[in-house]
Nanobody, 125 residues
Framework: QVQLVESGGGLVQAGGSLRLACAAS????????MGWFRRAPGKEREFVAA????????KYADSVKGRFTISRDNAKSTTYLQLNSLKPEDTAVYYC??????????????????WGQGTQVTVSS
């Protein structure tokens, strides 16, 4: 079992930046692909980014590519999501997820069995 706790959300003006963190419990953090998803008001949860176990490989949704950066620190069992050039449409609850073995950086929520509680990001225009 893995427990995830997100932090770093908040209210920011358009064009601003935030850094989200996701701390994981357990000793198996480095075995798993890590993912970030988000759910905007009135919309379904969607993929944002994923990172391989080593941190070398990453994948992004087209809507955030070039603005968001995912990273991880296996020594601290923590993954990060740097959000730059934020837009009002980035407003959402952001979730980290894990539990995916292997080399595929999946975009599907169904491939990640462990989830955090989410952190709210609100971008004002």
């Amino acid at each position: 079992q893995v427990q995830l706790v997100e932090s770093g959300g908040g209210l920011v003006q358009a064009g601003g930046s935030l850094r989200l963190a996701c701390a994981a419990s357990g000793r198996t953090f480095s075995y798993y692909v890590m993912g970030w998803f988000r759910r905007a008001p009135g919309k379904e949860r969607e993929f944002v980014a994923a990172i391989s176990q080593s941190g070398v490989n990453t994948k992004y949704a087209d809507s955030v590519k070039g603005r968001f950066t995912i990273s991880r620190d296996n020594a601290k069992s923590t993954t990060y999501l740097q959000l730059n050039s934020l837009k009002p449409e980035d407003t959402a609850v952001y979730y980290c997820a894990t539990g995916l073995y292997g080399s595929i950086l999946s975009r599907s929520m169904n491939d990640y069995p462990y989830w955090g509680q989410g952190t709210q990001v609100t971008v004002s225009s």
